[in-house]
């Protein structure tokens, strides 16, 4: 279940999406899903595309009256622009001669090696698929996750922690800086709700404002600039992905996901990279047991997962995206017919898309986390799931 | 082809691992895996059982006369202690009254989290099979792998570039400095052979002196060590991986497999956190085009993966270990059963495992990039793969 | 490669199909895919619907100026008559009060099952996904894999051998009162392409008239009609599957697929339940060696499949399809709700579908030969996968 | 979970088998096991080899003190032959000069199109692992998911209904000669667990006479003899498998694996091709409701499978086997390597093994169940899997 495929070009007609299967009677609202999508095109420094596309999403089978069969949910998002594109993406007409080839492929980008691999003259052929268009599919697709998991109590969240250079607080800090104030889920979701009022998805204020004059100032430059944002997972019980396999690891299954979405290089979860240059004594997260709690943790150096599985803390995890390779400063490339020297092709293109990627990070950990839970409770109805989920939180109370 | 199972307690009787399929023909050297389980076995700060245990393998099927059938290859290594533990880890017995229960979760590893989702009362039930002695088999996995990537001239290599918070120089910063030193593959291929009679597998000897006195230090303290450690794999050709889902993704066919290491807990690709933090000019590699070398690139920020496919450069990938869990300074628990404050499960451990933990990245890798050829290039038999893989290259060169 | 999903419900606004990755630059034409979903809509004993729907395909991704891109090919089949069903089958609106519950089960369909499987009180959840319309999604899939597999020169025909208990002759007896007629692959494809003008795809005209008479004396009883069609496949060549595991074994995989069809009961390959009767040395095709031919036999008992891959002959697979489980008779059932006894609910159907069933078949045939021609060919463009395709010929040529 | 792979070849060293997880806390017995494979190893008409080898397993990991950990299940089948074949099929030496290839490859088995598609010269380099032998690791596996399946009280048995052309009665002739019988679990188990102590695994002594005698004479006449069998699962609730996509089918999942048995080359479910020539009317089977039963039927020519799923009824499954291809009576083959007319090559084999592969049949079929059954109710340990289940059948007698 929640196992999906994406399909759609940047500039062709429409994308797709199919979540394979779902439990059914599942309540679905679309304008929840139009909201993620509405999230996923904001943040300061984006491009004029994000003007052109509103994306909003069609149902073509899965849901009736709003609520989910446990077929197949297919969901289309249109292409707004496919209007200025007709000849130039046309599915099924022979190519006109007027359609120019793009043939200046762009470092950073997959144009060079799909075109390699792919045995492609038209760089276009390419880098309409790699493009993050791609992500509104997939962010369509984690908002039905979410959906799910909102049933089951488990809130996902995402905050930015970097942009260029500038950094501000990690979610570990920040809660280490008043322990008491997220003690409720109603704080947490109250502080990442703000969030979404922000340019940049950061709750500093101070540093909101660096960031941006780094990002008018780079774009100044005609440079593009990246970042890293942390993903925080609250409510999932413990017990959601095993150890026995590297394929049934929440962290594997998390990275794959994680790691396959368009411009990011590296994914922490807790300490991470910090964590490995710690002594064992400080990254280890003690072991406490109260009666209401049941056993818990006074810190999260382990981003909430141990062996493979959550561990009932918060899950978090970081991740780093690289600056948009498409610049306003070209970069050197060579033509790949004639292999002469030539400045990159230049797609329309935002100078800094960290925000949006947070809101798609937040969308494919949705996903995995929705696909481990049904693993873990089976049920094909949402009355089944919710019994087999409830059965279990009392075991683990009584355990 | 590659994909693989493996099975095994670490005070079980042995090891089990089965790769599902190869080409046939492949020539494999038993020497030459049981040269990689002797690899993993070695590094300053192992604890004892290192010395207990000299991995060799044993083939049950797949191989005859030293060459693969195309037929599943199943692998055991037996576990030598494994007389020590008849009784505490019989298979086929009722359990005698004398085996006692461990009921000391500890911190850091997955013996809480997994006892809470199996239902067991006993945590050495999860902890066996959670233990990194399950690396034993996915080393001997790889090192098939590795036979394979040979004979299509790819090799990987790995060092240990932080020990605690000692950094020592990354593959980049030493290329940096003696750009013409690595130019040939019998260059590398040395300098990295060189590391394996080093303590640390790190080439910088000042360093190295530095993280002994760190570990030995530590230790002392009753801590444990982390550390980060490079994987460059050479010699992959452009076109392997895909853009077109996130599952074809080489970065993130890498990360899952990687991040499935036990104690991983962050994954970069070339510039990874750093190259977040940077303009893009300066982190795309510009591409330029040589007679003889066809296109290439003279940086390497993106660690030879641009899109989700291998751009011809050198793959490198950082990965950070966390301290091992298992302390001599016990940490706090509670106990599994009735909950009251303990200090935690000592099994007999090593202090350091970051040597060891990059030799099973390079094994893992290794698996990783045999299984995204096998697709790309498809074929039954070595002849067969080497006559499409070499008509792959042929058409690059006259690209 | 050829890997697919489909979604969507009968009566919903569409059907939607993603194939997951395709060989770069193949040629589709559209004509091509409607003309497939043409013959699925025709033969004698079909209802109403067929005559409503008229399926064309509408390519929403992975296309290109007539060409494949590699990535997801996207495609929608509108269901004509969603304009009637706007408010019983809204995806995103509350239900209406006027929408009527269906709550008598039909014996032999997906109804009772699903509905105590999904808890569900309105059998339409079920039913509209169970039906045999989605196998338009999947003839769109096939038709796609067909093109691919004519660039190899690989074929898939049908016919029906048998309507209710009127039985024609098999291909296998066919070409046995003929030898010679169906030496050329031209003379098969004319053979096969004529019965598409038939009324049930059926080349015996005289058993053909019979059918008929059946299916209208059948028909005027209230009731429905199976039967039995085969699949040809000509010009696998030799080593396509794997007898190494079940799962990649070529008649699996078939089986796997094609049982997988809507009112499928029995699948044969070669000679099937007949051969289970014959001794050994009746059954097994004998083996010779001709310079030109290379190795072939002379009789096709095996179907073409011998240890799970192609053996170079021709594949035969037979399917046995029961009767529409929809009868203008009404069977006996018992309320969903109030459990008493009443008469099954009766959408909209045909009486017999055979002929249908037999162009799904082939398009189901043709997702599975690509899928496992691809593995074993490998390539990302048709090009390549062309030079690998004709390498391995030239290799078997010269064995 | 129940997810398997095998390996070993026929005269290598020894199979092993891999679990990849299972429930923790379920008790596995290997006398149970071993019973299997010794059921596996009897009937009326088997070789030489049945005597040499009497098959144990031996388990390596997954399994403490007779209870599984979740973890993977891994065993071992030693080949008792092994000795006799050091040299021949030594996996890790170089071939010895005295090593004969074999080079007449045997019509029906994987001998040609193994040795072509995986360019080998010595057929055995395909025969050993195309032996049915490796049947016996999927016992193994099998047996273990059978233990599994009875603690939901699933019982799956066989028995042989034809042998060469002599044909006895079918279960569901068998029920109908006397309703009253079977009425019980009991009746049925004890009915089946009779045929283990008769030669062929038929319930009619009379046709077990003759079919005796029919081996017996073919035999003398060089030849083999095939049959068909049919597999009896009682016990699955309504609601394992789905209708949502092919691959989900109960009945695609059970002929994936049933189909992909060593020989066999039909598969039928419940009224299977018999079905196809009746009515409508007469072929799906009514729905009726009783306050204890629920709703039930009072046919079953559906097999207990309708749109994918159990309907709750017992799920019947028939499968034609070929005659063994290796037969006293050789047939004409080609050389491989000089291509010269030839006789096939003779290894030592069976004349009959339909009883054989019933029980393979029967292990199979459980690993299937088994794994559907996971996939709907979830669950980590037993107690969870129980509790998940039996809460399903209350929601069902509630419905």
């Known amino acids: 279940m929640f196992e999906y495929l994406t399909a759609g070009e940047s500039h062709g007609p429409r994308l797709t999406a199919i979540i394979k299967s779902l439990p059914a009677?599942?309540?679905?609202?679309l304008d929840q899903i139009n909201e993620q999508l509405y999230r996923?095109?904001?943040?300061?420094?984006?491009?004029?595309?994000?003007?052109?596309?509103?994306?909003?999403?069609?149902?073509?089978?899965g849901l009736r009256h709003k609520k989910t069969l446990g077929s197949p949910l297919s969901m289309t998002v249109e292409n707004k622009d496919w209007q200025n594109w007709l000849e130039i993406m046309a599915p099924d007409k022979e190519r006109a001669e007027a359609v120019e080839?793009?043939?200046?492929?762009?470092?950073?980008?997959?144009?060079?090696?799909?075109?390699?691999?792919?045995?492609?003259?038209?760089?276009?052929?390419?880098?309409?698929?790699?493009?993050?268009?791609e992500t509104a599919a997939r962010t369509a697709v984690g908002a039905v996750a979410r959906q799910f998991l909102n049933e089951l109590d488990i809130n996902i969240y995402s905050h930015v922690v970097q942009?260029?250079?500038?950094k501000s607080k990690t979610w570990n800090q920040i809660k280490a800086d008043s322990p008491e104030r997220f003690s409720s889920e109603a704080a947490k979701e109250q502080y990442f709700a703000e969030l979404d009022k922000t340019p940049l998805r950061c709750g500093d204020g101070q540093k909101t404002a660096e960031m941006i004059e780094l990002i008018d100032s780079w774009k100044e430059n005609g440079d593009s600039v990246g970042g890293v944002f942390e993903i925080v997972v609250s409510g999932v019980p413990v017990g959601i992905g095993s150890h026995v396999h590297w394929d049934l690891k929440l962290e594997s299954r998390l990275a794959a996901q994680l790691m396959g979405l368009q411009a990011i290089k590296g994914v922490e979860i807790g300490a991470g990279f910090k964590g490995a240059a710690m002594p064992g004594s400080e990254v280890h997260d003690e072991i406490y047991y109260d009666k209401e709690k049941g056993f818990f943790?006074?810190?999260?150096?382990?981003?909430?997962?141990?062996?493979?599985?959550?561990?009932?803390?918060?899950?978090?995890?970081?991740?780093?995206?690289?600056?948009?390779?498409?610049?306003?400063k070209a970069l050197e490339t060579a033509d790949l017919i004639s292999k002469e020297k030539r400045t990159a092709a230049k797609e329309r293109s935002d100078v800094c898309a960290v925000p949006a990627a947070s809101i798609v990070g937040e969308a494919v950990t949705a996903s995995v986390i929705a696909q481990s839970c049904s693993s873990k409770f089976g049920g094909d109805s949402m009355e089944e799931i919710r019994r087999n989920y409830e059965s279990y939180l009392e075991y683990l109370s009584n355990f």
């Open 163 to 166: 942009v260029g250079n500038i």
């Open 40 to 61: 996923r095109q904001q943040g300061y420094g984006r491009g004029g595309r994000m003007k052109i596309e509103s994306d909003k999403v069609i149902i073509n089978s």
């Open 101 to 133: 080839a793009l043939t200046n492929p762009r470092p950073g980008h997959a144009d060079l090696p799909g075109a390699l691999k792919y045995n492609q003259l038209d760089l276009r052929n390419i880098l309409e698929r790699a493009s993050a268009r």
């Open 25 to 29: 009677g599942l309540k679905i609202e």
């Open 297 to 328: 943790r006074s810190s999260n150096q382990a981003g909430g997962i141990e062996g493979g599985m959550s561990n009932g803390e918060e899950i978090v995890i970081r991740l780093a995206m690289k600056p948009i390779p498409t610049l306003a």
